[in-house]
Every structure is written in structure tokens, then in C-alpha cells.
């Protein structure tokens, strides 16, 4: 049976953010630790940064997540959580009940598509597929080009070139995505539920996922050890 997994075509992951997240669903993100102030790019928004789960996460979907915020704007926010794996589905496996290559092809892939990861990206829409890849391959009116070496791509084109050998460097594949309607993720900040720093495409696209969260926290200059010790005595 093939999954319920599905490529639509589109110019950019913005489309994306313009999908309503009911008011009534705002979560509350509070944590106990005070982080250090957010830190926008230069045009006042997160995109092409990472978010960081704060240790009093309240939400279980978002607790240690470490996400990469694709599309930010007034309208809203969409990003890819980048440290947790999709269950029961690998990349070549996933090629094959796409019909993007026969069974037999599977064991003929080249090595940098068999060891593409497939992650949970996210609560939102888990049936669409979305590759974050190195800058190093676009396809017109598809691939929305975010910054820092880091381009995402929507449609099953970039799948085939994988599997062929002539796609990015570097990527994953993420079935959903995190959502924040307008204004939503600002005031989570401001409730202290995540930390944002620069992004790293080493960490964005490495396969140590069991250590992305506190390497995160690293890059963001803070000890997790000492932040979770505060914690626990605040």
C-alpha cells in the first residue's frame, strides 16, 4: 500500500504560512527559564534561524525539538523540526511507494541517496513531503532559496534527482511541518518557550539526531546541563 504521503508543486514554503492556526489552539510555551532575548534577523523576523525547545516546554510535540524556520513573515511562520526521525520509514523504502523507482533499484541507489534521513518535521500536515537541501541544486518556481547555504524544495522532481544521483549535496525529507498563524510565534518567545540562534547546516543536516538538541544549545552559547539545573531548583 502506498502511503499517504503526497509532493504538490509550489513556488515557495511562504504559500505555506498564509494556513490559518486557530487563535483557540495557541499553546501555552511557557518555561521557567528566562532565555536570552530573541535575536531577529535583519528583517525583523526568525527565518533562517533555529528554535530550540526550552527545558519547561509545555507542549510534548515541541519538547527538546530543535526546528529550522523556513518562511516567517507578518502572515505567520512555518519551519521543520530537524532532530526527530519519521517512524517505521526510510528514504529508499519511501522512493519505492512513491513509485519514483522500482523495487529493484532500491539496493542500486548512490550512497548519498540511501542515507538521505526522513524525519517527523512536524504536526502539521504530516501527509506532505518537503526536502531541506544544500543550496547547491533548485528547481525553478519549486525551491524557495532561505539563506545560510539552506534551500527547500516541495515537489517529487527534487526525489528523482536523488535517486539518480544529480540532487543536492545535502538533505532530508520531513513529512509535516510547524505552524504559527500571524503573530503566534512571537508571543511564544515572549513566553520564554524557545531560544533561537543562527542556523548550521552541519547540524541541520547531520544524522546524530539523538545530539542535535544539546548541540543546539551549544551553538547558542549555553550550557543545557546548567539551564536544566536552574531549572530544577527555580
Known sequence: MKPLIYFAGV???TA???ISVDSDEARDMGSIISPAAPRPSESGFFDGQLLIAMPGMLDDRFARSVIYICAHSEEGAMGIIVNRPAERVDFPQLLVQLNVIGPDEAIRLPAEAS???VLN???VDTSRGFVLHSNDYSIDNST???GGGVSL???IDILRAIARGSGPGRALLALGYAG???GQLEAEMGHNGWLNCPADPSLIFDSALDSKYERAFRKAGIDLRQLSSDAGNA
Open 115 to 117: 542515507s538521505v534521513l
Open 121 to 123: 518535521g512536524g504536526p
Open 11 to 13: 513556488k515557495a514554503a
Open 180 to 182: 504559527w498563524a500571524a
Open 16 to 18: 505555506i504560512v498564509s
Open 144 to 146: 524557495l532559496s532561505i
Open 153 to 155: 524544495t516541495a515537489t
